[in-house]
């Protein structure tokens, strides 16, 4: 069954503490992987899409990357403003096109 | 730009009545619209995938009838919760792509808080 898992549920970091969110997952047919930020009360925002293993993107104090069986999303030098939940989704295909999404990371960064 | 708006942003409305989701891509034409579902601290689910002028692609499991959706123009696409129940109280968020729009890119609404009483 493909599956797609975060972790952790839920991580709280000091300003300017970097650290990782890991998403793995267990999918046949991969046709990209997608991060996302979401605000409490609101719809997420896309942030990356990575599609082979080695690809790496970055935006402003994350930056992704992907290995065959799971992705990371690096968070350096956070502050307040990141705190949010990073949503992680893979796109596969299996006789038609599917998006499954992780629970996500609760990430709060204290100042 | 690739704003997408939804309207309301939330509703209570009395279990067995019907209540109308709109969801609208302001700045660009949005060939597929999703529409998700999301219950307190969990992920988000999809229900249905839709392209404008054709019936919408359910996920399986979710009721067709029951959530009627319709997208009639490049700009708006409507959810319709038929005979809602208290158990259809949740978050419903939805997404839009266009034909500029990167491979899995989708922008998303700000959500519509749907409670049931």
């Known amino acids: 069954e493909d599956q797609v898992t975060q972790s952790p549920e839920a991580l709280r970091l000091q300003e300017g503490e970097s650290s990782s969110l890991n998403c793995s997952y267990t999918v046949s047919g991969l046709r990209g992987l997608f991060w996302y930020r979401q605000d409490p009360g609101k719809g997420p925002e896309f942030l990356f899409t990575?599609?082979?293993a080695g690809e790496e993107k970055e935006k402003e104090r994350l930056k992704a990357t992907l290995t065959k069986k799971e992705s990371f999303l690096h968070i350096t030098a956070p502050k307040p403003e990141d705190s949010a939940t990073y949503l992680c989704a893979v796109r596969v295909y299996t006789g038609g096109f599917k998006t499954i999404f992780g629970a996500g990371t609760r990430l709060f960064v204290k100042a | 730009g690739a704003v997408v708006s939804q309207h309301p942003s939330w509703v209570i409305c009395k279990s067995g009545t019907s209540v109308k989701i709109e969801c609208r891509s302001l700045d660009f034409q949005a060939t597929t619209m999703f529409w998700y579902r999301q219950f307190p601290k969990q992920s988000l689910m999809l229900m249905a995938t839709s392209n404008e002028g054709s019936k919408a692609t359910y996920e399986q499991g979710v009721e067709k009838d029951k959530f009627l959706i319709n997208h009639a123009s490049l700009t708006l696409s409507t959810l319709t919760v038929t005979s809602a129940h208290p158990e259809d109280s949740s978050f419903y968020i939805c997404?839009?792509?266009?034909?500029?729009?990167?491979?899995?890119?989708?922008?998303f609404g700000p959500g519509t808080r749907l409670t049931v009483t």
């Open positions: 990575l599609y082979s």
């Open positions: 997404s839009a792509r266009g034909l500029r729009s990167r491979a899995g890119e989708q922008y």
